[in-house]
């Protein structure tokens, strides 16, 4: 079967998951693999108390089809619905052509908590692979499939799944009238469960996560001019760090999550600086007459990758920050920026034009080859999964600015349209280790 008449297939169940639960609008899946991984995610077992308000495997199912890497068994087909492994019988999943098998049940505890149970299978080898019990809140429910959702993708794949993730990404309302609103949203990875962590008639730009979720840095213009703030995402804490004259731009938490990189130009020039946020010492880090902006730390917080137009079109370079030494690391193309480090840190994804159209697009540091991995126009802040394997960006559709998705390889692609304005800036958490204790 062809890529598009999958798609197709997934089209109709998709667009029924997303309007009964919609922040954002419904997900468009524009490509997936040639080959998706066949798998049977069976309706959960779910207590009559609670079987109007949880809806487990449609969230996990709607999770695996987004990776683009798998293809589930829609439930009319199913042969039978167990919900235990004493009930499952290999034979009949192997007729319908089944790689892998989930299944599960939910009920409601003495202290009105729900229980969350489930089972994966390799149906092939007839073996348990996972079999994990989760105890939440009810309002949690959500967590718990995504969290099953990452469970399954990591054994069956071997990477870490990140649909317990979030993103981050600017609303605007009425762009450039009086009237004009900017809001800074959190939402599920799946555009889920949206809430606004800010709200200004000023524009919100260049938000980031600290490494462990807790924490965002963003540029506002409450004070008539820019200013870098950090803010917790439960709204405990709220500081400006910098209100300098000139630029205050681009702020990127370390991976240690101890400092911050920015852009400053109150010594003229915008570069590069490094702030401790416990002294909120700053050390300059480029001294050019170009423009030195956008930068991104390596993995290891050894380097910080960044933006400049020193060599007479704005290119992606590399600082070593024990050395100073910096190298050019783009070379094919007039114009390469925003650049962003895989978790490997011998892959890069930035923004690349070609043929006068802004694209995203992925480089071997080895071997300098480019790929393009989008085909919209106006392509631009790309921003990186947790475990790699995917990237949500900025585009335009039909003159309204909305995000979308494409994995690392180019082969899957996906849209998070919204209705209530335009979407920009997009940035994705970090891992979400709030499963751990359980």
Same mark, same amino acid.
């Given at each position: ?12 169940? /998709?667009?029924?998951? +997303?309007?009964?639960?919609? !922040? ?27 079987? %109007?308000? $949880?809806?487990? +495997? ?7 089809? @987004? ?47 729900? +229980? ?16 994990? @019990? ?14 099953? !959702? ?13 649909? !317990? ?17 900017? #809001?800074?949203?959190?939402?599920? #990875?799946?555009?889920?469960?949206? @809430? ?31 200013? /870098?703030?950090?803010?917790? $995402?439960?709204?405990?804490? =709220?500081?400006?760090? &910098? ?34 946020? %416990? ?18 730390? #390596?993995?290891?917080?050894? +380097? ?17 920050? #024990? ?6 690391? &783009? ?35 080895? =071997?300098?080859? $480019? ?43 996906? @849209? ?12 994705? !958490? ?9």
């Amino acid at each position: 079967m062809s890529n598009n008449l999958r798609v197709a297939a997934f089209c109709f169940f /998709i667009v029924l998951n +997303s309007l009964a639960y919609g !922040s954002l609008d419904t997900i468009i899946i524009d490509q997936g693999q040639d080959d998706p991984v066949r798998i049977a995610v069976v309706p959960f077992k779910i207590d009559s108390e609670l079987s %109007e308000q $949880i809806n487990l +495997s449609d969230i996990i199912s709607f999770d695996l089809v @987004r990776s683009g890497q798998f293809q589930p068994l829609a439930s009319e087909n199913m042969l039978s619905f167990p919900s235990d492994a004493d009930n499952v019988f290999f034979r009949d999943w192997r007729i319908l052509k089944t790689d892998y098998l989930l299944i599960g049940k939910a009920s409601l505890s003495i202290d009105k908590k729900v +229980s969350v149970f489930f089972e994966l299978f390799d149906v092939v080898n007839e073996r348990k692979m996972e079999t994990r @019990r989760f105890l939440v809140d009810l309002v949690n429910w959500r967590d718990v499939a995504h969290k099953i !959702s990452d469970l399954v993708y990591e054994q069956i794949t071997g990477i870490r799944g990140a649909f !317990s993730t979030q993103i981050m990404y600017v609303l605007a309302k009425n762009a450039g009238t009086n009237n004009a609103t900017y #809001s800074l949203q959190i939402a599920d #990875s799946d555009g889920e469960r949206t @809430r606004t962590l800010i709200e200004s008639p000023e524009p919100i730009l260049s938000a980031s996560w600290s490494p462990d979720g807790n924490r965002v840095a963003y540029v506002t213009f409450e004070t008539g001019r820019p200013s /870098i703030v950090i803010e917790a $995402i439960d709204g405990s804490y =709220r500081k400006r760090i &910098t209100n300098f004259k000139g630029i205050n731009g681009s702020p990127v938490f370390s991976p240690d999550g101890g400092s911050l990189a920015l852009v400053l130009s109150r010594d003229g020039d915008p570069e590069i600086f490094i702030m401790d946020l %416990e002294t909120e010492v700053l050390r300059r880090v480029t001294r050019h007459h170009a423009i030195d902006t956008e930068p991104s730390w #390596s993995p290891d917080g050894k +380097s910080i990758i960044f933006t400049s137009d020193r060599g007479g079109r704005p290119q992606i370079y590399r600082v070593e920050l #024990s050395t100073n030494f910096i190298e050019r690391l &783009t070379f094919v193309g007039d114009y390469n920026a925003r650049a962003r480090l895989l978790p490997d840190g011998q892959h890069l994804v930035f923004v690349h034009r070609k043929d006068g159209v802004f694209h995203i697009a992925w480089q071997d540091l080895e =071997r300098d080859n $480019i790929q393009v991995l989008t085909e919209t126009a106006l392509d631009e802040s790309p921003s990186l999964a947790p475990n790699g394997t995917m990237l949500i960006y900025a585009t335009q559709n039909q003159g309204r600015g909305i995000l979308a998705v494409v994995s690392i390889d180019g082969r899957v692609k996906y @849209r998070l349209p919204s209705s209530l304005g335009d979407v920009r800036e997009p940035a994705w !958490s970090p891992f979400n280790d709030g499963f751990k204790k359980w």
